[in-house]
């Protein structure tokens, strides 16, 4: 996707140096900054709170530590572990999202703490900097990026290195640091003489590597420095394999590594606010309707294993690794800028949906830890990171999250003519540049409504705009005690244009009801909601789970609110079922993202009576036939469960394992892995091997008996869509005498073995 040369030069005859450069693109509303938005007492500002605790807690040396050793300057400081350990391949990635949210909550409050300690890794930085002496600055040798450049094997180290940058950024633009933006800038001078010459076909083959949002930090550093240089820089990192059929309107996202994509489109919309290419806005623009109204779940997040699955059978794509938190993190971001090109109704819903089911959801409300999935598959339950030892990609967008909680809340227009209440957040809005403060009291979503009060140096002329959601039919807006004329127009805002006044008073009403929302491709998998409020069962253990047996119409008609709790609800008599049971089975509804201990239900499967009757047949049928296989089994293994398969040895090289739906495999790439299993010496027997019937690919691979060539076995959609048993008559010389073999799963080079999601040995 290239950027004309008018363009490019539209934007320099514009950004004259020594001056932030403005937008060139229209933009329509403009965010507040930190320092204009101020939390006022609910979860938002409870999240932020426990955020601000833990950000303090992080010792300065400590982050520090492998920057300095890369770069030759003594450090004692205890190492922290997990993704910021001294091996990690991305170590130094959390620290850029330390200086990040440090910075906002600089901006927001001036917090001394986070500003002297933020301040000293800018300088520590800049000392690892100094002694490299390139302008190179990262917690890993460069010889990471050279194997980058040459394809080969590497983490992500663009990834890293774009927090690294944003953050030293973030600290310029919202804490005021000068040191920062040197810092920031001389690394940049040293990504551009590295790139200089690097040929456009090469430097696209090294961009399937995950970069992150490198070109975002980029055109950002173009924007407040104004050196064209820092905006050619930004648009070679564009990953045209992604932009170009995004701008053509294909969604070719299927199987993609999901969070490598959404920050590329971030910068692409930053790049077209700040070059105008029209390509770049209908890329972002395309890239967000595909991924928020076709791939995402009810919580707002999306990812199954953190790629992205056929959006035709999402309704399947239920791992325990749903909803990767990075993901959501990034599309905020991204909807707010598409908010800024044109305000509407349906970004702010997505907004509310986001943060309210699963960045609120991430965060343990005691601890303030985070999480990397927020699992939706029945029976899972929320994980959460250790302070010092895991620093896991979420755990440094975590920290960012409950800073920047008070982005959506407020807009204004770029004329400064009217304000957007885009969210229902207690907090007080900061206008000063119309002589107007605003104080929105609110306990929503535990009350169904919001208050507004304004204060103004002045009697003001202006446009206030407030939000009616697509959930609320009921929506309704009182001007000091009297029902408003305030229909919404075509962008979902109701609009109130007078010349207000102190004292003047706004009550918004948002009277909310229990619904459902199913998957485009099952509408019998469904989710309940309460609002905007997704709510959820508890599981006492992974399993069985109960089903909704009424009729479609029933659905939400079978439920009470319990007296004296908020947003929850109990079921009615007869509208659950547990699988093999008539008893009926009791149920709560609670709100989501206040569940942190339990097993968790969130998606609900829905049968008619004579559904329910054909599916507790099958089941019946299949308890028989399991506990006929059980009488014949000698031994099994459970692949994926990591007991088991240490009980069976498990031994291997390049083996991996994972979630599909309930059931867990493992399967092995250009190398094998192997079990020990009982037999019987004198009895014929089989090997039965579980599969599932879509796996494509190289998927060749040799089956071997004590290191005896067994079978050949290939995958390639052998039975669609549903799981087989394959079984393979063991020879009576590859267990005469044994009490125990060893079976090994081998793949050729370029070739997979698996995955294999059973393994038995039955007696024949």
């Given at each position: 996707m290239?950027i004309?040369?008018a363009i490019?030069?539209?934007v320099a ?19 507040f900054?930190?320092?204009?938005v ?5 979860p938002?500002q409870?999240?932020?709170e ?7 807690s992080?010792s ?5 530590h ?8 003594a ?16 170590r ?10 440090c ?9 001394p703490v ?10 520590g930085?800049?000392q690892?900097q100094?002694?490299m002496g ?12 050279d194997r980058?450049d ?7 180290p663009w ?6 940058l944003?953050?030293l950024?973030d600290?310029?633009r ?7 933006l040197?810092v ?10 590295r790139?200089?010459?690097?040929p ?7 961009l399937?590597n ?20 820092y ?6 990192f564009?990953?045209?394999?992604l ?6 309107g294909r ?13 590329k489109?971030?910068g692409?919309a930053r790049?077209y ?8 806005r209908k890329?972002?623009?395309?890239f967000?309707?595909?991924?928020a ?10 990812s ?11 309704s399947?794509?239920?791992?325990a ?14 909807t ?6 044109q305000p509407?109704a349906?970004l ?6 986001a ?5 609120l ?5 005691e601890?303030?830890?985070?999480c990397?999935y927020v699992?939706?598959?029945s029976g899972?339950?929320k994980?959460?990171?250790e302070?010092l030892d895991?620093?896991?990609c979420?755990?440094?967008?975590g ?9 959506g ?15 229902f957040?207690a907090?007080e ?8 403060t605003?104080?929105q009291?609110?306990r929503f979503?535990?009350e169904?409504g919001s208050?507004i009060?304004?204060?103004?140096t ?5 446009t ?10 009921g929506?309704?807006?009182?001007l ?8 919404p ?6 609009a ?5 006044k ?7 009403w948002?009277p909310m009801?229990l ?5 485009r ?6 989710a309940?909601?309460y609002g ?12 069985l789970?109960?089903a909704?047996?009424?009729p479609?119409?029933?659905t939400?008609r079978?439920w009470?609110?319990?007296p004296g709790?908020?947003l929850?609800?109990?079921?009615a008599?007869?509208?659950?079922r547990m699988?093999g049971?008539?008893?009926p089975?009791?149920i709560?509804?609670a709100p989501?993202?206040?569940e ?5 239900i ?5 049968f008619?009576?004579e559904?329910?009757?054909?599916r507790?047949a099958?089941?019946r049928a299949e308890?028989e036939?399991?506990?006929a296989l059980?009488?014949r089994t000698v031994?099994?293994v459970r692949?994926?469960?990591e007991q088991?398969?240490?009980d069976?040895?498990?031994v291997g090289v390049?083996?991996?394992s994972?979630?599909?739906?309930d059931?867990?495999?493992?399967d092995?790439?250009d ?5 020990d299993l009982?037999?019987?010496?004198d ?12 796996d494509?690919?190289p ?7 004590d290191?005896?060539?067994?079978v ?7 039975r669609p ?9 063991l020879?009576a010389?590859?267990v005469?005498g044994?009490g125990?073999v060893?079976?090994r799963?081998?793949?050729?080079p ?7 999601f ?7």
């Amino acid at each position: 996707m290239m950027i004309s040369m008018a363009i490019l030069a539209a934007v320099a005859a514009l950004a004259p140096a020594g001056a932030d450069v403005k937008p060139v693109a229209p933009l329509e509303a403009l965010p507040f900054g930190p320092a204009r938005v101020k939390l006022l007492a609910g979860p938002f500002q409870h999240a932020r709170e426990l955020d601000r605790k833990y950000l303090r807690s992080l010792s300065p040396d400590q982050l520090l530590h492998t920057f300095r050793l890369n770069a030759g300057v003594a450090s004692s400081a205890k190492p922290l572990g997990g993704w910021e350990a001294p091996e990690s391949e991305v170590r130094g990635h959390f620290v850029g999202h330390y200086l990040s949210a440090c910075a906002l909550l600089i901006a927001a409050d001036g917090d001394p703490v986070l500003r002297r300690n933020a301040n000293a890794v800018v300088a520590g930085m800049a000392q690892c900097q100094e002694r490299m002496g390139t302008g190179y600055l990262s917690a890993f040798p460069d010889s990471f990026i050279d194997r980058v450049d040459n394809r080969q094997p590497v983490w992500a180290p663009w990834y890293t290195l774009h927090k690294v940058l944003a953050g030293l950024i973030d600290m310029h633009r919202l804490a005021g640091s000068g040191e920062a933006l040197g810092v920031a800038t001389r690394f940049a001078d040293w990504i551009d003489r590295r790139y200089a010459a690097m040929p456009d076909e090469r430097m696209q083959a090294m961009l399937g590597n995950e970069h992150g949002g490198i070109c975002e930090a980029l055109i950002e550093l173009y924007a407040v420095t104004s050196e064209a240089r820092y905006r050619a820089l930004a648009l070679r990192f564009n990953h045209d394999a992604l932009l170009d059929p995004a701008a053509d309107g294909r969604d070719t996202l299927t199987g993609l590594h999901a969070n490598t994509q959404v920050p590329k489109f971030i910068g692409a919309a930053r790049e077209y606010e700040l070059t105008g290419d029209p390509k770049l806005r209908k890329a972002a623009a395309f890239f967000w309707n595909s991924v928020a109204n076709e791939r995402s779940y009810v919580i707002g997040g999306h990812s199954d294993g953190e790629m992205f699955t056929p959006k035709e059978r999402l309704s399947q794509a239920l791992g325990a690794n749903t909803t990767e938190t990075c993901n959501t993190y990034n599309m905020l971001k991204l909807t707010g800028r598409l908010f800024g090109w044109q305000p509407s109704a349906a970004l702010g819903d997505f907004t509310e949906r986001a943060l309210f089911n699963h960045i609120l959801a991430s965060q343990n409300p005691e601890t303030g830890m985070m999480c990397y999935y927020v699992p939706l598959r029945s029976g899972s339950r929320k994980v959460f990171n250790e302070p010092l030892d895991s620093f896991w990609c979420c755990t440094g967008t975590g920290v960012e999250n409950h800073v920047r909680n008070h982005e959506g809340i407020y807009y204004q227009s770029s004329a400064h003519d009217a304000l957007y209440v885009n969210l229902f957040i207690a907090s007080e809005l900061d206008w000063r540049d119309r002589g107007v403060t605003l104080t929105q009291t609110t306990r929503f979503p535990d009350e169904p409504g919001s208050a507004i009060t304004l204060r103004c140096t002045k009697p003001t002329a202006f446009t206030l705009r407030i939000r009616r959601p697509a959930w609320c039919p009921g929506f309704a807006v009182k001007l000091n005690g009297r029902t408003a004329a305030a229909a919404p127009g075509p962008d979902g805002y109701a609009a109130l244009r007078r010349t207000w006044k102190s004292g003047d008073t706004v009550q918004v009403w948002l009277p909310m009801a229990l619904r459902t929302e199913a998957f485009r491709d099952n509408p019998n998998r469904l989710a309940f909601l309460y609002g905007p409020i997704v709510l959820c069962g508890t599981a006492q253990a992974e399993g069985l789970y109960p089903a909704i047996v009424t009729p479609p119409a029933e659905t939400v008609r079978r439920w009470k609110p319990v007296p004296g709790k908020a947003l929850t609800f109990a079921s009615a008599p007869g509208a659950f079922r547990m699988p093999g049971s008539d008893a009926p089975v009791a149920i709560t509804l609670a709100p989501f993202f206040r569940e942190y201990k339990a097993r968790t239900i969130v998606y609900w499967d829905r049968f008619t009576g004579e559904q329910w009757r054909e599916r507790a047949a099958a089941y019946r049928a299949e308890q028989e036939r399991t506990r006929a296989l059980e009488a014949r089994t000698v031994d099994a293994v459970r692949p994926g469960e990591e007991q088991n398969e240490r009980d069976h040895r498990l031994v291997g090289v390049n083996h991996n394992s994972g979630d599909f739906g309930d059931r867990k495999w493992r399967d092995a790439r250009d190398g094998w892995f192997s079990y020990d299993l009982k037999v019987l010496p004198d009895v014929p027997q089989d090997l039965v091997c579980t599969y599932w019937g879509s796996d494509v690919g190289p998927r060749t691979f040799d089956i071997l008996i004590d290191g005896k060539p067994l079978v050949t076995q290939t995958l390639n959609r052998n039975r669609p869509d549903v799981f087989f048993d394959e079984t393979y008559p063991l020879p009576a010389q590859m267990v005469a005498g044994k009490g125990r073999v060893t079976v090994r799963f081998q793949a050729g080079p370029g070739r997979m073995a698996g995955g294999l999601f059973g393994l038995r040995i039955l007696k024949r």
